[in-house]
């Protein structure tokens, strides 16, 4: 849905061929999604069926050119003035392998934690250099910036995740800790005492 | 090719008998010119304790604190403070400014408690607060500025006359995130200009400014992501 959307708006800016698209895409998100050119060209078809394109016929050099549509001009209007709805929370392998490790026995969940905490940190590490780089205000390295933030704000978010799984991992230890301390005490009392009555 | 601080073995304990708490346990611990370290971990960790250590406002129980190669338990209470007003520079979260004295003015304070003459200290702290952007507020007090630019002063203050270690900690805490960012481009642009840099946050996001970022769990170091230093990759190649 969303690469149907972005290559209508990017249609917004004048009449593109396939190409272009895929590049003008590419350069606004750091290549960080890529597109192969036949998903343009069957995403433009797909478009032009709907009505929201049309074909201008092919350029002096045979590459076909597409048009933004009144429909399709309302269409990217509308993806613009209504939110991206959250669907169905995707798939996270993360979440699924953390919720296993700790309820199968064996599993070093602390291990585990910080392992994936010092992979997601070095990634980091890798978005913040590029970002260091991409420092123009154009749109184009703004639009670029933004994506980069993106990442860096997902990273962030995934440690933070991982920090918050493993201090109330530390917390239930604890816990079960004084719990068997405290029974144990209590055992100790019953074998001393010598009325006890369960 | 020697480190700029080096953290040797080094034990912390506060208090003793029942009380006993050890904040750092045998931590070892290097940072490099041209180096940002950034130090990680939740509170009780022990980050802050490494950071007072490195900065010689605090002493280990055992093992050594090196800067520039000088073991700071051997200089004393009066040659560790000289240290600080020349070799070490030191961000703290809550900038740490004196009130009645002007921009520059706080620049300018450690180099003349160290005996330098009011001009050369002052167009040396000129000069680092042209370096940090807010060369036109020199004359300004503390509270007729923002947040950002009061740690620009303190940012300022800890690079002035040329010092080789910079120990920020917790730096961008009381800023907005694109404040704390260009912060963090400070600290970084002085570090890659040939200063070794420990960064001590609790925050994934500015941790990545670093070359290297060490995990401290419990006094201990758990973990370091990111690249070796340049000549531990020729060392390997060897």
């Known amino acids: ?198 | 090719m020697t480190a700029v601080l080096e953290l040797e073995t080094v034990t912390r304990v506060h208090g003793a008998g029942a009380t006993e708490v050890t904040a750092l346990h045998a931590v070892s611990f290097s940072a490099y010119a041209g180096e940002l370290v950034a130090v990680m971990g939740p509170s009780g960790s022990g980050k802050s304790t490494l950071l007072t250590l490195a900065g010689g406002l605090d002493t280990p129980t055992s093992g050594a604190v090196r800067v520039e190669g000088t073991d700071l338990a051997s200089l004393g209470q009066k040659g560790r403070a000289a240290m600080r007003r020349t070799s070490i520079g030191y961000v703290f979260q809550d900038f740490n400014l004196i009130p009645a004295l002007t921009a520059v003015e706080n620049v300018a304070l450690p180099r003349e408690l160290d005996g330098a003459g009011t001009r050369s200290a002052r167009k040396a702290a000129r000069a680092a607060l042209e370096e940090v952007g807010i060369g036109d507020l020199a004359k300004r007090f503390p509270d007729e500025m923002s947040g950002g630019q009061q740690q620009r002063i303190a940012i300022a203050r800890a690079i002035v006359g040329d010092r080789r270690l910079i120990l920020a900690d917790e730096p961008t805490g009381a800023l907005d995130s694109e404040t704390g960012e260009d912060i963090l481009r400070l600290i970084r642009a002085r570090c890659d200009a040939g200063a070794a840099g420990v960064l001590v946050t609790h925050e994934a996001r500015h941790a990545a400014w670093a070359d290297r970022v060490v995990f401290l769990r419990d006094g201990v170091i758990v973990d370091e992501s990111g690249s070796d230093r340049p000549d531990a990759l020729l060392e390997q190649a060897r």
């Open chain 1, 1 to 198: 849905m969303s690469v149907r959307n972005a290559l209508l708006a990017l249609l917004e800016q004048g009449p593109r061929y396939g190409y272009q698209l895929r590049a003008e895409f590419e350069d606004r998100t750091g290549g960080t999604w890529p597109l192969n050119v036949g998903q343009v060209y069957t995403t433009l078809s797909r478009l032009e069926r709907d009505g929201l394109v049309e074909g201008k016929g092919a350029d002096g050099d045979g590459h076909v050119v597409y048009a933004v549509t009144a429909r399709g001009r309302d269409e990217v209007a509308a993806w613009f003035s209504s939110p991206v709805a959250r669907s169905q929370p995707p798939r996270d392998e993360l979440a699924i392998k953390l919720a296993l490790a700790v309820s199968v026995p064996g599993v070093e969940v602390g291990t585990v934690i910080q392992q994936q905490r010092s992979a997601t940190m070095a990634a980091l590490q890798d978005y913040t250099r590029l970002k260091r780089r991409a420092t123009g205000d154009d749109p184009h390295e703004l639009a670029w910036g933004l994506v980069l933030d993106s990442l860096v704000f997902n990273a962030e978010a995934e440690i933070r995740w991982l920090d918050h799984c493993e201090a109330r991992l530390r917390r239930a230890a604890a816990d079960r800790d004084d719990r068997a301390s405290s029974s144990v005490e209590q055992v100790e009392t019953t074998s001393s005492g010598e009325e006890v009555t369960r």
